[in-house]
């Protein structure tokens, strides 16, 4: 596995409890009042899982029925199934955080107690399916970690699938560049870590426990493609782990028997058989409990049945008008559901091959799970039924966050004629959500074509709204950083707009409707009112407020933020993206200490003009306070706690920056970020400078990180206990924390000329080469020029005096770096000019 480079990344999330005392005004206007939005997803729930019998973690009630979900925004929840109101009443149990991008699949393994995930963080975990540790919560005599147990590095790109073989107890992992392997569960849960250096050739991949320590890959399996670039993005394995099934993007279905040992030259077991039919990419796939049939879906818009004793296709459904994406077998009723890109979600007999529209989502169906009732039903209509009538119900999930239940045994919402009433899904409804499933793509057009032939009724779903929704926290779906690099603007899912600051992590104002379109309407009057003097405005064309009363607000949000966007600069410290539906913020070494910014910008009130902050060090300081605290009571401690002496030590390579000492506008008080100061064991001026600092992260965002050897470190600040070690915390995140040292050569000033413009008649300064912060602004100068001017002109003010540079007009609000940037544009010492305004 290739290794990262160890940058920071903390990520800004809502507060996840609906209390008014933890949740900012804006926070509460972003989330609604709803509180089941309070710990749910923010992104689309990738997978579902339905585990049954889990014992529970107080060890007193009997078996429980829980529903797994893993999301994008990568988390996995459990919810208890029945605990709500109603027959599909869910109950928000357990949040396991670990993965760092989404969450792909999940596989559930009930009397092991054992939840299987993977990622694309490349990584397969393992967890307790009953752990019950929160936030607000720890097992008792543990040190628990969100209930994870192991985590496995063998892949080498994005891990797709999972799939567990409940008698065997093992499991299948599967991926991009065809990556499949079998795990042994047992020898996973005895190993913390299977990661880079303790990966084992893949020749040895037989499974050789008996004496030595043993191989938790049992089998690695060779899935030649035609295509280099082919890919496995769906696996299943029958209970008893003899069969395994994968589908590539080549649209190849390969078939192992995993007793088998005929292998490539490399180790890996070669497929039994490799089947051809599908046209594109197979997303999903099923086997039944012998591993006799196998049944898959592709995003060439067809459900294939196969014959895995013939090698051959027995069926082949066209029901769907897009690729599908989600399958689920209910094999004692010989009942398949699917659903895919198009929305919609189908019920199709194999004794029947008749087909039932279920109900239709607003958006792609990513995953399904059903149940059937208890017990056989019969069909009132003999030959007509399509076996939809034992289905008990349904969850759903979309790209949307939230997760729907369809309780199938409720009355049908199909609107029937005057006189036609049959009771709750009787023959009549479904007779007109049913058609004859065929190898034709317009089966379900030509079943809606003849009944239109008749009674004028085409095919309709026989649900159309959920019974049942767990809401999800809209995604975050664009965003751009503001040219003060404190603030970004966000737009999510529902059309709210928010404002995030980056140095508190909270949401500081959400605008309603009614700002933005003002807003708009004001830039749209500005611009009209320059257009008349032949100037523009920022904004750009407007046009906002009219755009809002017709629908079309696709460029809302950049108009928007063009607006508000400040015209004061500061220097990029930081990076950002929504990949995960939230944002995240990354820091990078040495570049997030390049921006300083002034107290009086920050707020502050009674302090010097000239103290400043450097931002990147500020909110390293903010996220590792608590660990901080616990490492100096570690160090001041005779014990040695936890190695912490050695992560302080570790640091000491970083270094800081020489101090620059010269006559500037700047000069004069303090300056909180000031480099060059000799290292203070204990963290005592960092401390204070923590102090001063008026921002804090209350929201315990969760920080992520990766060891020398390329494995991931995450862990919510609030859980950070000074037990880490030098491999987890980045040196020079430890060098700035703890011993108060920043990196050489950041380049925090910028040296300039100030000299009397020609035509101007004030004298020219006895020292004209300055060197200030980049961040000063020319309003500083302007005091500053009018200073030393003071003794030969008595009456001159600042507001007096005007800035050049290239003989351009200098703004007040314009710093040093802005006038580089924009205005100078070359890299040597820059030449300001100072004459009396309107000479």
Not at 368 to 376: C, E, I, K, P, V
Not at 609 to 630: I, P, R, T, Y
Not at 768 to 775: D, R, S, V
Not at 781 to 800: F, G, M, N, P
Request: aromatic share 6%; with cysteine; proline share 3%.
């Amino acid at each position: 596995m290739k290794v990262r480079r160890r940058r920071l990344t903390y990520v800004l999330e809502h507060s996840r409890n609906g209390s008014a005392s933890t949740s900012s005004e804006g926070e509460a206007a972003a989330l609604g009042t709803d509180q089941k939005e309070a710990g749910s997803h923010c992104g689309a729930v990738n997978s579902l899982a339905v585990g049954t019998g889990l014992p529970p973690s107080d060890g007193r009630r009997g078996g429980k029925e829980c529903l797994f979900t893993a999301s994008r925004d990568a988390t996995i929840k459990r919810w208890q199934i029945g605990a709500g109101d109603g027959l599909g009443g869910a109950k928000l149990e357990m949040s396991f955080e670990g993965h760092v991008d989404w969450v792909n699949d999940v596989a559930v393994l009930e009397k092991e107690n054992t939840l299987v995930s993977c990622s694309n963080d490349r990584t397969v975990r393992l967890w307790r399916a009953n752990a019950s540790k929160g936030r607000d919560g720890t097992d008792a005599g543990e040190v628990d970690d969100y209930g994870l147990i192991s985590t496995l590095y063998e892949h080498s790109d994005y891990v797709m699938c999972v799939s567990a073989a409940r008698e065997a107890k093992t499991f299948v992992s599967a991926g991009l560049r065809s990556e499949i392997k079998l795990w042994d569960l047992e020898t996973t849960v005895r190993t913390s870590k299977i990661g880079p250096s303790k990966r084992r050739d893949s020749a040895s991949s037989s499974s050789d426990s008996q004496g030595g320590s043993p191989n938790s890959v049992l089998r690695d399996f060779d899935c030649a493609s035609v295509s280099d670039a082919s890919s496995c993005y769906s696996c299943d394995i029958n209970p008893s782990g003899s069969v395994l099934a994968c589908g590539s993007t080549d649209g190849i279905v390969r078939i192992w028997d995993t007793r088998s040992n005929t292998k490539n030259e490399e180790g890996a077991l070669l497929p039994q058989m490799a089947l051809r039919g599908h046209l594109g990419n197979i997303r999903c796939i099923r086997l039944n409990r012998a591993g006799t049939m196998c049944i898959t879906g592709s995003s060439d818009k067809t459900v294939r049945i196969w014959d895995l004793g013939q090698q051959r296709c027995m069926h082949s459904f066209s029901i769907h008008k897009d690729s599908v994406w989600a399958l689920d077998f209910v094999e004692s009723h010989g009942q398949i559901v699917s659903g895919g890109r198009d929305g919609q979600v189908f019920c199709t007999s194999l004794s029947g091959k008749l087909s039932t529209l279920l109900f239709e989502e607003e958006k792609s169906v990513l995953s399904l799970s059903a149940r059937s009732r208890s017990g056989n039903t019969s069909s009132r209509s003999g030959n007509m039924s399509s076996g939809s009538e034992s289905l008990e119900r349904i969850w759903s999930a979309t790209n949307s966050s939230s997760i729907h239940f369809w309780d199938l045994t409720q009355p049908s919402t199909w609107d029937g004629e005057e006189g036609e009433s049959g009771g709750s899904n009787s023959y009549r409804e479904r007779r007109h959500s049913s058609f004859v499933a065929s190898t034709s793509p317009f089966s379900i057009k030509q079943s809606s074509l003849s009944k239109s032939m008749g009674k004028g009724k085409p095919v309709i779903p026989l649900q159309r709204t959920p019974s049942l929704t767990l809401v999800g926290v809209p995604p975050i779906v664009k965003h751009e950083i503001l040219n003060d690099r404190q603030r970004i603007l966000t737009e999510d899912a529902s059309g709210t707009i928010c404002m995030w600051n980056v140095l508190t992590g909270r949401v500081d104002k959400c605008f309603n409707t009614e700002e933005v379109a003002a807003t708009l309407a004001k830039a749209d009057e500005g611009k009209e009112a320059e257009d008349k003097k032949g100037g523009a405005t920022e904004c750009g064309p407007g046009r906002g407020d009219v755009e809002a009363k017709e629908g079309k607000n696709d460029q809302r949000f950049e108009k928007f933020f063009a607006c508000i966007n400040p015209k004061v600069t500061a220097s990029s410290w930081f990076s950002a993206d929504k990949r995960l539906g939230k944002l995240s913020i990354h820091m990078e070494s040495k570049q997030c200490f390049s921006a300083e910014v002034y107290a009086v910008d920050l707020g502050m009130e009674e302090v010097g003009d000239d103290l400043k902050f450097n931002m990147g060090q500020q909110v390293l300081c903010s996220l590792f306070s608590k660990w901080e605290q616990a490492n100096q009571s570690g160090r001041d401690g005779e014990t040695g706690a936890g190695g912490r002496k050695d992560v302080s030590d570790a640091s000491g390579a970083a270094g800081g920056a020489d101090p620059s000492n010269s006559s500037s506008p700047s000069a004069g008080k303090v300056a909180a970020s000031d480099q060059g100061q000799s290292p203070q064991k204990g963290g005592g001026k960092a401390a204070s400078k923590l102090a001063d600092w008026p921002f804090k992260f209350d929201s315990n965002p969760c920080i992520i990180t990766t060891t020398y050897d390329g494995e991931w470190f995450t862990k919510r600040i609030e859980d950070l206990d000074g037990t880490e070690t030098s491999d987890e915390v980045p040196d020079w995140v430890v060098s700035c924390v703890s011993e108060d040292k920043l990196p050489t050569g950041l380049n925090l000033k910028v040296s300039f000329h100030l000299m009397p413009h020609p035509d101007s008649e004030l004298p020219s300064l006895q020292q004209g080469k300055l060197l200030a912060p980049k961040i000063l602004p020319m309003s500083k100068v302007l005091h500053y020029v009018a200073t030393k001017v003071e003794a030969d002109q008595q009456d001159i003010k600042a507001s007096d005096l005007e800035l050049l540079c290239n003989d351009k007009l200098l703004t007040p609000e314009m710093s040093l770096a802005k006038v580089r940037q924009s205005v100078w544009k070359r890299s040597d010492d820059i030449l300001i000019q100072f004459r009396e305004r309107g000479a």
